[in-house]
């Protein structure tokens, strides 16, 4: 059994997305970070860096529970423990692990302070310029990517897709219109109709939210 600790956040959805795409049970714990759960001392006992999301797998490596910070370490340990959406083959291996990171590095990051710097009440124009340029530059990047291949790594679906999707569905935040990328209108379109898809980035949270 997985225990998630998670909110619905980018970051967070990545790990509900994976879960439903996995297709088996696990226990989602709410961590309200209007709240301030992720600063409770128990949830600093499972990660010390006070982020979400975070995992706890009762039948970790050595049968025993095994905790995960950072969504993409989560991503790639459900993906290699289940055999799912990480290619087999080296190449298209190491081009789902550039892509990946590429989402780490620069879509989380840059995508995380364009929202913080358009939608905060006291507006600092230097952040809103800078942000919002190099967001615009990584759509450019994505769509330039998806102009050859149908996903991140290539042909097949896997969590370098499921890492990125939940980031770009806050393109209105980045003042982005799909429609100006259309490459990543294609893959984003494809991906939102995945019924994992629909319920990892909101079903799951609202059933336990109501």
């Known amino acids: 059994m997985i ?31 209007g709240k301030g759960d ?8 499972i990660n010390p860096n006070q982020k ?16 995960i910070i950072e969504s993409g ?3 790639f340990y459900l993906a290699e423990k289940y055999d799912l959406f990480i ?11 550039q892509w990946l990171m590429f989402q780490m590095g620069n ?11 358009r939608r905060k009440e006291e507006k600092v124009p230097y952040g809103i310029e800078r942000y919002t340029k190099e967001t615009r530059r990584l759509w450019g990047v994505l769509d330039q990517r998806l102009q050859t291949f149908e996903y991140l790594a290539g042909s097949d679906y896997t ?12 393109y209105g935040w980045q003042g982005i219109e ?16 995945r019924p994992a898809v629909e319920r990892g980035m909101d079903t799951v949270y609202d059933e336990l939210m109501r």
């Open 87 to 97: 290619p087999k083959e080296p190449i298209a291996r190491y081009e789902m692990i």
């Open 52 to 67: 979400i999301p975070a995992m706890v797998d009762q039948d970790g490596p050595t049968s025993e529970p095994y905790t």
């Open 107 to 117: 879509i989380g990051p840059m995508f995380g302070q364009a929202h913080h710097f």
């Open 178 to 193: 799909l429609s100006e990328f259309p490459n990543v209108k294609r893959w984003y379109d494809a991906i939102a109709a």
């Open 159 to 170: 969590i370098a897709d499921i890492a990125t999707f939940p980031w770009t569905a806050r």
């Open 3 to 33: 225990d998630l600790y998670s909110w619905k956040t980018s970051n967070g959805r990545k790990a509900t997305i994976m879960l439903e795409e996995l297709g088996f049970d696990y226990r989602l714990h709410l961590i309200n970070l």
């Open 73 to 75: 370490a989560m991503l």
């Open 38 to 45: 992720q600063f409770t001392p128990a949830f600093t006992a």
